[in-house]
């Protein structure tokens, strides 16, 4: 089965410290890879995805984050993290798994603070 | 606007109660999802539907019911509620469009917060 594993479950920052969440699955297949953000009070929005290409992607507000197939990674990066980037990030993957409909799955999500 | 609403926001029960949690979606898209979330946890998947008169069970048992009669529209049912069931329930949209080609992009739903007592 399928998991993916985020390594910091709480990180707090100063406002412009650089930003690198960690995602790790374990599938050995072709995969899409998604980060989403919550923000307090909203839903789950999505920050950015990665289907196939260039395996640097760029997201909204200034993220991207970097595909690399041998480790089974996909971390996220902001080089200069605002006030507004404190929420809850979740790194999701899914393969061509046809007994979910395609369904994501969730790393445990990594909470984020950004203190002024 | 094509967007994706759950109603109630929240909502407080007693143990026993029979209760619909509703999910619509105005994106057109045939595949939906319900996730259950506990806080500090990982989303899990408790119904999928591949389109309309489809509906299975996801990777997390669940004592939940869904339907899926109309395209836009994925309810929830719990016959009867229990303090179990308090959670975080996330409803989603996935798949392409009608006509086009096949990405596994999802969007979701502001939740339902359920607290039965």
Redesign the interface.
């Known amino acids: ?1 399928q998991s ?1 594993s985020q390594h910091n ?1 709480h990180v707090i920052l100063s406002e412009a410290a650089s930003l690198e969440l960690g995602c790790n699955y374990s599938y050995g297949g072709t995969v ?1 890879l ?1 980060w ?1 953000v919550q923000y307090p009070g ?5 920050l950015l ?1 990665y ?1 196939s290409g260039d395996p640097l992607v760029k997201g909204i507000k200034g993220f991207e984050a970097e595909f690399i197939k041998s480790k089974f990674s996909f971390n996220l990066r902001k080089p200069s993290v605002q006030w507004s980037d404190t929420a809850e990030y ?1 790194c999701a993957v ?1 393969g061509p798994k046809t007994n ?10 990594t909470s984020l603070l950004v203190t002024p | 606007e094509a967007d994706i609403y759950q109603t109630p926001r929240y909502l407080v029960i007693g143990t026993g109660k029979k209760i619909t949690l509703e999910c619509s979606q105005t994106m057109g898209h045939d ?1 939906m ?1 319900w ?1 259950q979330q506990d806080p ?4 899990h ?1 408790i119904h ?3 389109g309309v008169n489809s509906t ?1 069970k ?2 997390l048992s669940s004592e939940s019911t869904v339907s899926r009669i109309r395209t836009e529209h994925f309810p929830l049912t719990l016959e009867s509620a229990r303090p179990s069931h308090t959670s975080q329930y ?1 409803c ?1 949209s ?2 392409p469009p009608r006509g086009d080609l096949s ?9 339902t917060r359920l607290t039965v007592l």
Request: hydrophobic share 35%; net charge negative.
């Open positions: 089965a993916v479950h899409n998604f989403y909203q839903h789950l929005q999505l995805k289907f979740f899914n979910s409909g395609y369904a994501l799955n969730f790393g445990k999500g | 595949k999802y996730y500090g946890m990982e989303l998947l999928y539907s591949y299975e996801g990777d996330l989603a996935g798949g990405y596994n992009e999802q969007f979701f739903g502001p939740g």
